[in-house]
């Protein structure tokens, strides 16, 4: 990738894309008198994946088909997702165009691999930030914060978490089986009865068969439930066991990363914050508020 | 060979859930069997009756429990009656019910054959010597039967033992349930069957070695 020979094209988008690089660019070439492209490369931001994707004029994307409300087909076929918005932000800010974007679908395990062999850009699948993973690929800020909760039914009796507590071993909750699942349940409701089943199907039926109180599951796919049926499931508003959502890059391109760490920041706090919005409570059904005018984040 | 290392560690670990296990999965068929064959006694003799509407409805049982996957009965109890607000049963009793009703379609059948195949003459004989029509049945026809049905019932009692590893779909704590966890748990994939496989084997066998012997006792006279 690098010194390869650059054309009109890539000098017309550093120049003209909004990316920052542009600007300070341009700006460069006025003071020292050398070609863009020549000042990128001094630089050493040409082999950056920035000005591949540029180059391309396409965003490769890893994600995966089968988890709802992340990354999921609709009716025809279609991606869609929150994990799916954010990557359509990228391409967005990249081509003005939310579609020129490639979707690689793979399994979680899938993840990292297709990072370190250049097979995808940036991965976008609910990618939780541990130290180890950190280790090898790079992670872009955070866009959700995950947890465990609760679904009840919407005629349940049980409201509030209090309510849960209350309930004591009486209190039965469904779960897929997994590896500490009853550890999982414990730390939020520590007398609970936990009944494991093998499909998530199975455990929701479950709830809805009265067999189970209430249902553990992460607490986006809750929130998904109770947007999609408000009449039938209700949640009694906590989560536990914090995990961070984030996208990761491979590692060793700063300049890449930090790229598209403006893009989501600025989707949370700045000029794409509507996009974001609509996605959290599409997705969610959350109302997240506007953040406060005059004053940076740090103020807040 | 295989590029595998086996620790069974985790299996003695888990030696007693393994063992409760069998037992509940034992028991149940046990229990299962008991209920269905009383089921199965009521229909068969239901079959004969003259009065059609019953016969049908004993017809429409047998071909409706026998045609669908035990698995889906299963589901049906477990999660469909409490949509029609019955929730008498937990977990193991609605499992216990299911495997029931299912050994009882089958069992209807089995002792409908059993009925059919004892000699006219028996029964002749014993209207010869005055036994009242309850006395025919009970000192006659019943014992006759049982001894001619005795290797199916044998088969039967095999055949809901290894069923009631079903009941893993419905949180019951079998054996195929605790293997699964286990499984789950520790990846040692492998141990976790290989011990289910081996104790559900040597129990079944047993059963089986058991119920021959009853067979060779009790012999159908020939």
Redesign the interface.
């Known amino acids: 990738m690098k010194d390869k020979p650059t054309s009109m094209d890539r000098r017309e988008l550093l120049k003209l894309s909004g990316v920052s690089l542009g600007a300070a660019t341009a700006g460069a070439v006025g003071m020292v008198g050398i070609s863009a492209p020549a000042y990128a490369q001094k630089l050493g931001i040409s082999d950056s994946k920035l000005i591949e994707v540029l180059d391309r004029g396409h965003l490769i994307v890893g994600t995966g088909s089968t988890n709802p409300p992340w990354h999921f087909e609709d009716a025809d076929g279609n991606l869609q997702g929150m994990d799916i918005d954010m990557a359509r932000l990228l391409a967005k800010g990249l081509f003005d165009d939310p579609d020129k974007i490639e979707f690689v679908k793979g399994n979680p395990d899938a993840r990292i691999p297709n990072l370190i062999t250049n097979k995808v850009d940036i991965v976008v699948q609910f990618m939780t930030i541990t130290p180890g993973r950190a280790q090898q690929a790079e992670f872009t800020i955070p866009y959700y914060r995950e947890g465990v909760g609760v679904l009840l039914r919407k005629d349940s009796e049980l409201n509030t978490m209090d309510d849960l507590l209350a309930a004591g071993e009486n209190l039965t909750v469904?779960a897929l089986?997994?590896?500490?699942i009853e550890d999982w349940v414990h730390v939020g409701l520590p007398q609970a009865k936990v009944?494991?089943?093998?499909s998530i199907d199975?455990a929701l039926?479950?709830l809805?068969?009265?067999?189970a109180d209430a249902q553990l599951a992460d607490l986006s796919a809750v929130r998904w439930q109770i947007k999609q049926f408000p009449d039938r499931y209700k949640e009694p508003g906590k989560g536990w066991m914090p995990n961070s959502y984030a996208a990761a890059v491979k590692p060793g391109d700063p300049i890449w990363l930090n790229w598209v760490n403006s893009v989501f920041k600025e989707a949370m706090m700045g000029v794409d914050f509507p996009i974001m919005q609509a996605s959290y409570k599409k997705w969610f059904g959350l109302d997240i508020n506007s953040p406060n005018i005059g004053f940076p984040s740090e103020f807040s | 060979m295989l590029d595998y290392n086996f620790n069974f560690s985790v299996i003695w670990r888990n030696a007693d859930e393994f063992l409760t296990g069998l037992g509940l999965g034992l028991g149940m068929a046990l229990i299962s069997l008991l209920i269905g064959s009383v089921i199965g006694l009521l229909c068969a003799y239901g079959r004969t009756s003259r009065f059609a509407p019953l016969r049908a409805l004993i017809w429409l049982y047998v071909e409706f429990v026998r045609n669908t996957p035990l698995l889906l009965l299963i589901f049906f109890v477990?999660?469909?009656?409490?949509?029609f607000g019955i929730?008498v049963f937990d977990?193991v009793e609605s499992f216990i019910l299911t495997l029931a009703l299912y050994a009882g379609a089958y069992m209807t059948e089995i002792f409908r054959a059993g009925l059919n195949s004892i000699p006219k003459q028996y029964v002749e004989a014993a209207m010869a010597i005055g036994l009242t029509p309850i006395k025919r049945q009970t000192k006659v026809v019943l014992p006759v039967m049982f001894r001619i049905t005795l290797p199916s019932l044998s088969n039967t009692l095999i055949s809901l033992f290894k069923d009631t590893s079903l009941a893993?779909?419905?949180?019951v704590p079998e054996l195929t349930f605790i293997a699964?966890?286990v499984n789950?748990?520790t990846f040692r994939v492998i141990e976790a069957w290989l011990t289910a496989s081996v104790l559900y084997l040597a129990a079944a066998y047993t059963i089986a070695i058991a119920l021959r012997r009853l067979e060779r006792r009790y012999a159908a006279i020939r």
């Open positions: 469904s089986q997994n590896v500490f009944d494991q089943y093998d199975a039926q479950a809805n068969a009265r067999r | 477990y999660f469909g009656l409490p949509e929730f977990k893993a779909a419905i949180a699964r966890q789950t748990n």
